[in-house]
């Protein structure tokens, strides 16, 4: 297990909630992590783990795309079926330890740990969970990924959205807006939620600009940064970015990865990236919650680490970005095509989705929600992404990863339609545009 050196300054007990202080480790888990560090020879009866062998498994094949295959039986099999401590199968902790490390370049990199957690939304929950706390305000860009908000809401905290432009959050807003919460004296945000590549639901990429001085404003105003990235790979633009991590001398950042758009959805397996007391305490709360997440898919990745190495995995990476850009391409082609007088969109510039913001109607919620289905389309209404879902919005998101070239012209064909009906009907009808 990877030893940790104290490097960073910073005092993680101003940003931890009470009830996260106050979690300790189970015995059971801690001795799951001892025995799977103990030398061969020390015999653990120490734990609950059941026999492999009354288990009805006893061979796994799995074949990649790229012709090779592995195949996980005997002891390695029953290592993949079994508890294991909830930081992570050490074997793709080490492995992703160093893939980080070459994707990223950490500062403090001996002052970090990693987790694994069932994707990026138990990653997300997990350290928020650990950070926020009734009354306090998180800083969220606006629109925003709702899964945060379902987690963020529950906990009575105050949201204090921080407005895009085409490019993502403007540092300029964001000091403007902290600037008088300190003047007036309201409570000081410890955390914001951004996605810096492709923000869902926008598509925007930060600029390496932006990024340092949206960092250099975490510092001065001491909050830290939840870079939740799943489409860190998946970026459209010439330069690849460069990760909030890579930015990191002060140890605020923590960094969401998942394997859920690059591998696997079905595998559940994303990591937390951040300093070891916050990691830490990650941990303790697997250990309160699921244990750990599902050994079996740590082992697949783990596996397809090892047979592809840092560079293949870079190649699948470079070729999935191909694969988005030309689909994105075509969603745009035919929105155009459409949509011509009814919306206007900006083209993503990394992610899944086309951000539409549809003409004289001031909130498409009913349209898509209600008349959607029933005219034979579904997309998700913007309000559900702002961070005041009650207000009015205009926009819809749309996917372009996993419909067919036909299937996106037949449905962007379909909301055309059902716009002109609702110009028609009129009941949501912007004033302005009447
Ligand atoms: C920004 C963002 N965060 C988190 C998630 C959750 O992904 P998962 O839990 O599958 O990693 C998604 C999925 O769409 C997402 O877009």
Not at 71 to 96: F, H, K, N, W
Not at 127 to 152: K, M, R, S, T
Not at 386 to 410: G, H, T, V, W
Request: charged share 25%; hydrophobic share 40%; proline share 6%.
């Amino acid at each position: 297990m990877h030893k940790y050196v104290p490097q960073i300054k910073m005092d993680y007990s101003h940003f931890k909630t009470d009830v996260s202080k106050r979690r300790r480790s189970a015995a059971t888990r801690e001795l799951t992590k001892i025995a799977y560090a103990a030398p061969h020879n020390v015999i653990s009866l120490a734990e609950g783990m059941p026999n492999e062998e009354t288990f009805p498994f006893v061979e796994m094949r799995v074949k990649l795309n790229d012709g090779s295959s592995f195949v996980l039986e005997g002891e390695e099999l029953g290592a993949a079926l079994q508890y294991i401590p909830s930081q992570g199968y050490p074997l793709l902790l080490q492995a992703m330890r160093e893939f980080q490390r070459k994707a990223h370049s950490p500062p403090l990199w001996e002052s970090r740990d990693i987790v694994v957690v069932s994707g990026g939304q138990d990653g997300l929950s997990k350290a928020l969970e650990a950070i926020i706390g009734p009354g306090d305000p998180v800083l969220v860009q606006d629109p925003f990924y709702p899964g945060a908000g379902v987690v963020i809401a529950p906990h009575l905290v105050e949201l204090i959205p921080v407005v895009q432009d085409d490019f993502g959050i403007d540092p300029i807003g964001l000091r403007e807006t902290l600037r008088s919460r300190r003047y007036s004296g309201k409570k000081m945000p410890k955390i914001m939620y951004i996605n810096a590549t492709g923000a869902n639901p926008t598509g925007t990429v930060l600029s390496l600009e932006r990024r340092k001085e949206i960092y250099r404003i975490a510092c001065e105003y001491n909050f830290l940064i939840l870079d939740d990235d799943p489409y860190h790979f998946m970026y459209f633009t010439e330069e690849a970015p460069k990760s909030f991590l890579s930015l990191d001398t002060e140890g605020r950042v923590i960094r969401l990865d998942s394997f859920s758009k690059v591998l696997s959805s079905g595998l559940r397996l994303g990591f937390i990236t951040a300093a070891a007391p916050l990691v830490a305490s990650i941990e303790l709360h697997m250990q309160s919650s699921h244990l750990h997440a599902p050994t079996l898919s740590q082992v697949i990745a783990y596996k397809l680490l090892k047979i592809w190495g840092y560079e293949k995995m870079m190649e699948h990476f470079r070729r999935i970005r191909l694969f988005y850009k030309q689909r994105r391409d075509l969603i745009a082609g035919l929105a155009k095509k459409h949509l011509h007088g009814l919306a206007e969109f900006s083209l993503p510039s990394a992610g899944f989705f086309l951000w539409i913001k549809v003409w004289g109607i001031k909130d498409t919620w009913k349209m898509v929600m209600q008349r959607g289905v029933t005219h034979g389309v579904l997309m998700a209404p913007g309000a559900a992404f702002m961070a005041d879902p009650s207000q009015p919005c205009n926009a819809i998101r749309a996917s372009f990863a996993k419909a067919s070239y036909e299937e996106m012209d037949l449905a962007l064909e379909r909301l055309a339609i059902l716009i002109r009906e609702e110009l028609v009907l009129g009941d949501s009808i912007t004033d302005s545009e009447i």
